[in-house]
T-cell receptor, first 110, second 119 residues
């Protein structure tokens, strides 16, 4: 099955700075989703981007998708301490079960 | 409306005991997924249901693991003869739509998970 791999594994920034996380995958996809997880419990859906889309926005979140490079990025602008969490991408396409990478652990210092 | 719920939220058991984990998906969601997440790791796919059938059980790590689902409702994940390596958070997710082979065509909504500790 295909797999999204997030990069970097860990990111530490100051409040107010922007945070960028990347996701790479191996085979063609129908869509890619970004999730946030606080304290190792349930995941919260952030954004779904389809393979024919290149960019989507939701509040302070901006997601891009480059299918030629098989990569996606999640940008959080003007970060807040409350954005501290782990962020996962999940890829889905064809007959594949959506698969998750190991995530990026983001720490935003107040 | 109500989201995905899971019970129990925490379960501590002794090695060798059987455990049952329950997931109540969002009403009307066709697809239901079970994942396992070990400490500091990503999500490991276990099994998915389309309705009450499980087309793909390939993620179940051993024959000690089994799952069933009643219609498009509750699902139970059973782990028999638990081992210490089974300790993890077990996450359930549901989605309204599912494509061929379980491909997610819609947002997955996750429950809060069950933290299983096997002593």
């Amino acid at each position: 099955s295909q797999q999204g791999e997030e990069d970097p594994q860990a990111l530490s920034i100051q409040e107010g700075e922007n945070a960028t996380m990347n996701c790479s995958y191996k085979t063609s996809i129908n869509n890619l989703q970004w999730y946030r997880q606080n304290s190792g419990r349930g995941l919260v859906h952030l954004i779904l981007i389809r393979s024919n889309e290149r960019e989507k926005h939701s509040g302070r979140l901006r997601v891009t998708l480059d299918t030629s490079k098989k990569s996606s990025s999640l940008l959080i602008t003007a970060s807040r301490a409350a954005d501290t969490a782990s962020y996962f991408c999940a890829t889905s396409g064809g007959s594949y079960i959506p698969t998750f990478g190991r995530g990026t652990s983001l720490i935003v210092h107040p | 409306g109500a989201g995905v719920s899971q019970s129990p939220s925490n379960k501590v058991t002794e090695k060798g005991k059987d455990v049952e984990l329950r997931c109540d998906p969002i009403s009307g969601h066709t697809a239901l997924y079970w994942y396992r997440q070990r400490l500091g790791q990503g999500l490991e796919f276990l099994i998915y249901f389309q309705g009450n059938s499980a087309p793909d059980k390939s993620g179940l790590p051993s024959d000690r693991f089994s799952a069933e689902r009643t219609g498009e409702s509750v699902s139970t994940l059973t782990i028999q003869r638990t081992q210490q390596e089974d300790s993890a958070v077990y996450l359930c997710a549901s989605s309204l739509l599912v494509g061929a082979g379980g491909a997610s065509t819609d947002t997955q909504y996750f429950g809060p998970g069950t933290r299983l500790t096997v002593l």
